[in-house]
């Protein structure tokens, strides 16, 4: 497609429910990434994918977010057993190459958790 | 750690005036960028300065990236309400990790 496109837009979640937030990267993107960003704050690094690899996963809070991309394409992230402290937006980025190029973010999933 | 401050949080001024954002970190990085970001849209590249000393403009914006390449800053001249948003900056580290540092972010408001 033409641009990073993530889905829902908006999710909410009772606490303790699971979820999965889908990113489609663009086109032939080799690199993929998740982001956190909470309200008024920056986004924070989650986590990194060169093709289907996950190279870096450093910024992942806990063991109940984990982050799959099979083929090399699609992304998912999943959050089990939500908190309300997991309530942000999740953001999805691609590059053609390094960190370098910049990224294409997508419009993000607002996830509440109540 | 790295961390990039961004100053000032928050900014208000009227249409026509100029004004500069600061990123600023004790660390070093290869290259850095900067981001806008409207209300519910993701994040949008609008430079990367990569060499010390850089300056890039962009329209009425000129950025600049410090010799030492641990800060950087974002100048608009005349600035117009269409400039309003998040402005983020954000690192790429040296040791070859693909993450960025992003800033906590400067919001702008241009009144009319």
């Known amino acids: 497609g033409a641009g990073v496109s993530q889905s829902p837009r908006y999710k909410v979640a009772k606490r303790g429910q699971d979820v999965a937030l889908r990113c489609d990267p663009i086109?032939?993107?080799?690199?993929l990434f998740w982001y956190q960003q909470a309200l008024g704050q920056g986004p924070e690094f989650l986590t990194y994918f060169q093709n289907e690899a996950q190279l870096d996963k450093s910024g992942l809070p806990s063991d109940r977010f984990f982050a799959e991309r099979p083929e090399g394409s699609v992304s998912t992230l999943k959050i089990q057993r939500t908190q309300q402290e997991d309530s942000a937006v999740y953001l999805c980025?691609?590059?053609?190459?390094?960190?370098?190029?910049?990224?294409?973010f997508g419009s993000g999933t607002r996830l509440t958790v109540v | 750690t790295q961390l990039l401050e961004q100053s000032p949080q928050f900014l208000s001024i009227q249409e026509g005036e100029n004004l500069t954002v600061y990123c600023n970190s004790s660390s070093v990085f290869s290259s850095l960028q900067w981001y806008r970001q409207e209300p519910g849209e993701g994040p949008v590249l609008l430079v990367t300065v990569v060499t010390g000393g850089e300056v890039k403009k962009l329209k009425r914006l000129t950025f600049q990236f410090g010799d030492a390449r641990k800060d950087s800053s974002l100048h608009i001249t005349a600035a117009q309400p269409g400039d309003t948003g998040l402005y983020l900056c954000?690192?790429?580290?040296?040791?070859?990790?693909?993450?960025?540092?992003f800033g906590q972010g400067t919001r702008l408001t241009i009144n009319p």
């Open positions: 980025a691609s590059s053609l190459g390094t960190v370098g190029y910049g990224y294409t």
């Open positions: 086109s032939g993107h080799v690199s």
């Open positions: 954000a690192g790429a580290s040296f040791q070859g990790a693909q993450k960025l540092v």
